[in-house]
């Protein structure tokens, strides 16, 4: 028996049909950045190669330079949006500045309205460990009324994004994506080389019993972040404690999980890094518009994530991103009262169950 499957490009079509002033250009982009995903999935799959047919710098057989899977992710990224035609700005966490597109890579028809930004591969440092990466990305809508895109195009508030999404190169490669009508995951089929529905309408659950955080850090961090921690661990079987630990070092594997089973993913500010690891632009942003339309919560701590308004394109930004009534309660701890009093901060929190 056949069964009845999705594609994710049918999925796009259909979800873009529903709004009546669409030209299908958003389809087109995403479409064209699910391709580059399934390019960079393909040399995920033989990175573990690499060391047996030649080292990262080497000459391969064709005596072409091998690349480094990060550079190679952006590199492949960068050129389907100038064939797609489709961007007029595309901004890397791979680049230092903004990239315009020429106009010759202009659509030919109407004008290139979107402004794109990735991280080609996330949690790169977990490749030859076999561990789950992942492409993030991130789009918006040009302010500027046309030519060369600005830089003020490509700097704004999370909130005004109209589709976000990543993939997960694990076990199966996942892409997830939302275009502001719910969040919706399709696994890869390598036999036939589609993207096929296989999570429909995600939604995290409100409350969960894991973190991840990087907890090496804990001396670093203020009082009120270590006792929100030591808050998760301590036994109470009323509210669900102690929670569960998990934490990769990859933030899309990491927030992948929590969105399927519900948790609370963490990197905040320490004594070292004042604004945290993460890029607002090309992690935070996009993690946080799909958590939101997951029924989830994200911020920085004080402020909601999406309201941040960025200075440059390779901001950092503490982030706490989850299950919404977790990341409630670590607002709570960060506040002023709980952080200044430090101590018996038990007391001073109303656990909602
Ligand atoms: P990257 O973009 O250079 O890969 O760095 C981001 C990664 C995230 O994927 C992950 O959550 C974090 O860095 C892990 O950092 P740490 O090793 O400090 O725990
Ligand atoms: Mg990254």
């Not at 999935?41 to 080497?58: H, K, P």
Request: glycine letters at 8%.
């Amino acid at each position: 028996m056949v069964r009845k499957f999705t594609t994710l490009y049918r999925h796009i079509i259909d979800e873009e049909r529903k709004i009546p002033e669409a030209t299908g250009q958003l389809s087109d982009l995403l479409y064209d950045i699910a391709l580059a995903c399934k390019v960079i999935s393909l040399e995920v799959n033989r990175a573990g190669l690499i060391d047996i047919l030649g080292l990262t710098g080497e000459e391969n057989v064709q005596g072409e330079a091998v690349k480094k899977l990060d550079d190679y992710s952006n590199e492949i990224l960068m050129h389907m949006m100038k064939l797609g035609g489709h961007t007029c700005a595309v901004c890397s966490e791979e680049e230092e500045n903004y990239i315009p597109m020429e106009e010759k890579y202009f659509h030919q028809e109407v004008l290139n309205k979107y402004i794109l930004h990735f991280d080609p591969l996330d949690g790169s440092s977990n490749i030859d460990a076999n561990i789950s990466i992942g492409t993030i990305f991130s789009i918006y809508k040009r302010i500027s009324k046309n030519g060369i895109a600005t830089l003020e195009d490509c700097l704004q508030q999370g909130y005004r994004q109209v589709a976000a999404g990543y993939v997960v190169y694990g076990s199966s490669t996942i892409m997830v994506y939302t275009a502001g009508r719910g969040v919706h995951g399709f696994t890869l089929d390598p036999s036939v080389g589609e993207f096929l529905l296989s999570y429909e309408n995600m939604k995290i659950p409100k409350k969960s019993s894991t973190y991840s955080i990087n907890e090496g850090n804990y001396s670093k961090w203020s009082k009120g972040m270590q006792n929100y921690i030591s808050y998760l661990k301590e036994k109470d079987k009323d509210s669900g404690r102690p929670y569960t630990a998990r934490y990769v070092g990859s933030l899309v594997a990491d927030f992948h999980r929590n969105l399927l089973y519900g948790g609370v993913f963490i990197y905040p500010e320490d004594d070292k890094n004042k604004n945290g690891k993460l890029r607002l632009m090309y992690e935070a942003n996009p993690l946080s518009y799909i958590i939101e339309q997951a029924g989830g919560r994200s911020s920085n701590g004080k402020e909601r994530i999406l309201d941040i308004k960025p200075g440059s394109l390779h901001q950092r930004t503490p982030l706490f991103i989850g299950s919404e009534e977790d990341v409630l309660l670590a607002e709570k701890f960060l506040s002023e009262e709980v952080s200044k009093n430090g101590v018996d901060v038990k007391k001073q929190i109303e656990y909602k169950k």
